[in-house]
């Protein structure tokens, strides 16, 4: 889920640099983003590349982005994309290789879906002109991604770790620093929008999605007796939460999870692959089930029908019985959970333009429906 690992990757004089890049890029990864394209970066990430972009320099030495005004600078932002457990278990206990592929491949496009929204929608720097100062939309950015299998307790944990770099290239040609608020505030939106594609790519494969509460989702006929054996990270955090809510009682139970995942986070050790494998198939032989049963079990699930609604008109309905006006995250994140399974973002903005219901108020950044748009008439009338 995107933002349950959010980390400021900053700028120090220090071995932290060192760690960071030695963590990122022990593992392939491949440079994304148009401002990849910019500055020439095609393909696998190597590590030379990916320290002096961190201190914010090209990889032939050019400075892109000066260091701020006491010397220290973000270096950039880790966007994790982790996919639900029973998506994990499948992939590295159950499925054959060229189902394991797909599935890689699903999971991967899906990340790919998300930062592509993400550059179009919220990629920002600031531009001075005759003393003023404004923000102004870039469309560009560089991105890093590296794709592991194991949560820090070793469990089976398919996720993406998406590092975006702190430049963007402005329409005068210029590499500037980006706005780091949009990154931030949409977060938990763009990890929605991550859920959805995945969901769908997951059902194109055969599988049923089941919806969960708060918009997640896990692969309908997964024992879970079996999700809850390769579940060491969440209950950790869990039992994290507990403790700390009773500290803070009044903090978000988002914000207590964030603080909870980094309270019981150990660093993360390399082990083998094989002897991975050899310690999930011993936990496996419990439940005493044939891989291949369970895959029967797992397609044999009556699959979700996609009905011809416009859950953009659902949502905008259902948030306008609390606020006058809404976001245009706060409406697409309400019908991305209403959808799940079903639809996906970009589907999503197609339906808005269908949406009976739907009007702007704000140039395309706040919307309310017909109902309240008449009420609110009345009001100003009376």
């Given amino acids: 889920m995107a933002g349950s690992y959010y980390e400021v990757l900053t700028r120090s004089k220090d071995k932290t640099q060192q760690q960071h890049a030695d963590y990122y890029t022990r593992k392939p990864g491949e440079w994304h983003g148009k401002t990849a394209d910019y500055l ?13 972009l961190l201190i914010g320099q090209s990889s032939s030495g050019e400075e892109l982005v000066q260091a701020g005004v006491n010397g220290g600078r973000r270096a950039g932002y880790d966007y994790t994309f982790s996919a639900p457990k029973s998506f994990s278990i499948l992939t ?45 939309d870039t469309g ?24 975006i770099f702190n430049v963007t290239r402005r329409p005068d040609g210029q590499f500037r620093a980006i706005m780091n608020e949009p990154l931030h505030n949409h977060k938990m939106f763009l990890g929605q929008v991550y859920r959805n594609e995945l969901a769908q790519q997951v059902a194109e ?7 969960k509460p708060k918009g997640l989702f896990e692969i309908k006929g997964m024992p879970e007796a079996i999700i809850e054996e390769f579940s060491t990270r969440s209950d950790q955090i869990e039992t994290a939460m507990d403790r700390l809510r009773q500290r803070y009682p009044a903090m978000a139970a988002t914000k207590l999870r964030e603080l909870a995942a980094l309270e019981t986070r150990n ?6 692959q094989s002897d991975l494998r050899r310690n999930w198939q011993q936990r496996l032989a419990q439940f005493k089930i044939a891989p291949e049963r369970l895959l029967e079990q797992l397609r044999a699930q009556e699959s979700i029908t996609r009905k011809a609604e416009n859950h953009i008109d659902r949502a905008l309905d259902l948030l306008t019985q609390e606020e006058s006006v809404v976001s245009r995250e706060q409406l697409l994140a309400a019908a991305l959970k209403l959808s799940l399974g079903r639809k996906t973002v970009g589907e999503l903005q197609v339906e808005m333009g269908a949406a009976k219901n739907l009007r702007t108020v704000t140039e ?7 109902q309240m748009q008449l009420l609110e008439r009345d009001i100003v009338r009376q």
């Avoid at 020439?40 to 002096?52: A, I, K």
């Avoid at 494969?205 to 919806?211: A, D, I």
């Fill in 267 to 272: 660093a993360k050790k390399d082990i083998a």
């Fill in 40 to 52: 020439g970066l095609r393909g696998p990430v190597s590590q030379e590349d990916f320290e002096r």
């Fill in 364 to 370: 395309n950044k706040l919307f309310t429906s017909r």
């Fill in 205 to 211: 494969l055969g599988f049923t999605v089941e919806q």
């Fill in 140 to 163: 560009n950015l560089l991105y890093a991604t590296f794709i592991e299998n194991t949560s820090r307790e070793h469990d089976p944990q398919v996720h993406t770790h998406s590092v």
């Fill in 92 to 136: 590295e206990l159950f499925a054959k290789p060229e189902l394991k592929e797909q599935l890689y491949a699903a999971h991967a496009r899906a990340v790919k879906t998300t930062l592509d929204y993400l550059e179009k929608h919220y990629a920002q720097a600031r531009i001075t002109r005759a003393g003023e100062t404004r923000t102004i």
